[in-house]
């Protein structure tokens, strides 16, 4: 049974970098799917922010792809998001999920984890 | 960019009725739709996919039609775990998601 589990800062400097990563039990990260950072500002609903395949192939939202990267580590089975120059409207619940194939619906998720954008 | 508008933004239903949620495309996005179900303070669910299929696990009073511009999902007889936030996603385009049909109790 995979398993992905968020992990970061909770807490971060205006301006400054947010860094995730979500890691992977119970399941190779280079099987047929897409791995994905889904965020949920609080009282609000869900936003796509990019996905990756285990090539390091990646697509992004392109309301946010001028700050986004998002990385996989096949030796660690984790993928990471790096968000850039954030700011109080970058506070949300960050959820990693993955796909069953190559079809982007998104039938495993993470706990979520929540990030604070703040001085 | 392809914007998903669900409606109503907000259902007030008793346990056993049938509920019938819209999800509305900008333009066609085939039947490349999904649905889930989120509780509070959890991860969304996957129910439906592909407009029409139901997940793994998702009981069949969970149903989905629809193609091109205009989608619904459908609860046919509501459980008590049922009282949820519903989000359609597509996959046409990029990838988004609407903004949400709350489902609660009345």
């Known amino acids: 049974q995979v398993r992905l589990v968020e992990s970061g800062p909770g807490l971060v400097k205006p301006s400054d970098t947010l860094t995730l990563t979500c890691g992977v039990s119970g399941g190779s990260i280079s099987g047929t799917q897409w791995w994905t950072w889904v965020r949920q500002p609080p009282e609000k609903g869900l936003e796509w922010i990019g996905d990756i395949y285990h090539s390091g192939n990646a697509d992004y939202n392109p309301s946010l792809r001028s700050r986004v990267t998002i990385s996989v580590d096949k030796s660690k089975s984790q993928f990471s998001l790096q968000l850039t120059s954030v700011t109080a409207a970058d506070t949300a619940v960050y959820y990693c999920?993955?796909?069953?194939?190559?079809?982007?619906?998104?039938?495993?998720w993470g706990q979520g984890t929540l990030v604070i954008v703040s001085s | 960019e392809i914007v998903l508008t669900q409606s109503p933004a907000s259902l007030s239903l008793s346990p056993g009725e049938r509920a019938t949620l819209s999800c509305r495309a900008s333009?066609?996005?085939?039947?490349?739709v999904a649905w889930y179900q989120q509780k509070p303070g959890q991860a969304p669910r996957l129910l439906i996919y592909?407009?029409?299929k139901r997940a793994t696990g998702i009981p069949a009073r969970f149903s989905g039609s629809g193609s091109g511009t205009d989608f619904t999902l459908t609860i046919s007889s509501l459980e008590p775990e049922d009282f949820a936030v519903y989000y359609c996603q597509q996959r046409t385009q990029w990838l988004s998601f609407g903004g949400g049909t709350k489902v609660e109790i009345q």
């Open positions: 999920a993955t796909s069953a194939d190559l079809r982007k619906y998104f039938h495993l």
């Open positions: 592909d407009a029409s």
């Open positions: 333009q066609s996005v085939s039947t490349y």
